[in-house]
T-cell receptor, first 114, second 109 residues
């Protein structure tokens, strides 16, 4: 009964490779997000999609490309991985509405670049 | 300057202690605020929403002061299981959540 699930949980790969992380939510939420949490534990938003449409795109290298095939899925593809990409990536979702609509997070994907 | 600022701690308190965390925010356009809890190597989980009138959930009390742009979380009768990082969060434009860097709490026996 996982609400927000992301795969893989761990990803260890070499610099220069291309990799994808998948996220799915079964909460019926309209909006999905990708966050990056670095070694200093600061959680920073990267992208937000509302019903397959991009609504937040923070200053993220264009090596990162989100794709939302439908409102229940938001995948993250990363090209030409760099050492600085090592972090935990969290997917989240929330309903669309005014005010008090907190986000629900997946377990995180721990990406390590060798 | 970060939009949401918190004292990173760490706070080390004995079981049974009362501990208070503070958070300030710079963008007065924020609609809502929350406290999230994050355990080591886990995802953030919603602890509680924060209202101007103050709200309580068991041993936890949250307060929002819009005039001072200040949010607080009070934990009474600390338990070992309260050890975690507490994240202060502001919500903007219905979807955009901005997280503080988190305050680490360790409750010791």
């Amino acid at each position: 009964d996982t609400a927000v699930s992301q795969t893989p949980k761990y990803l260890v790969t070499q610099m220069g490779n291309d990799k994808s992380i998948k996220c799915e939510q079964n909460l019926g939420h309209d909006t999905m997000y990708w966050y990056k949490q670095d070694s200093k534990k600061f959680l920073k938003i990267m992208f937000s999609y509302n019903n397959k449409e991009l609504i937040i795109n923070e200053t993220v290298p264009n090596r990162f490309s989100p794709k939302s095939p439908d409102k229940a899925h938001l995948n993250l593809h990363i090209n030409s991985l760099e050492l600085g990409d090592s972090a935990v990536y969290f997917c989240a979702s929330s309903p669309l509405g005014v005010g008090d609509q907190p986000q629900h997070f997946g377990d995180g994907t721990r990406l390590s670049i060798l | 300057r970060k939009e949401v600022e918190q004292d990173p701690g760490p706070f080390n308190v004995p079981e049974g202690a009362t501990v208070a965390f503070n958070c300030t925010y710079s963008n007065s356009a924020s609609q809502s605020f929350f406290w999230y809890r994050q355990d080591c190597r886990k995802e953030p989980k919603l602890l509680m929403s924060v209202y101007s009138s103050g709200n309580e959930d068991g041993r936890f009390t949250a307060q929002l002061n819009r005039a001072s742009q200040y949010i607080s979380l009070l934990i009474r009768d600390s338990k070992l299981s309260d050890s975690a990082t507490y994240l202060c969060v502001g919500l903007y434009n219905n979807n955009d959540m901005r997280f503080g860097a988190g305050t680490r709490l360790t409750v010791k026996p």
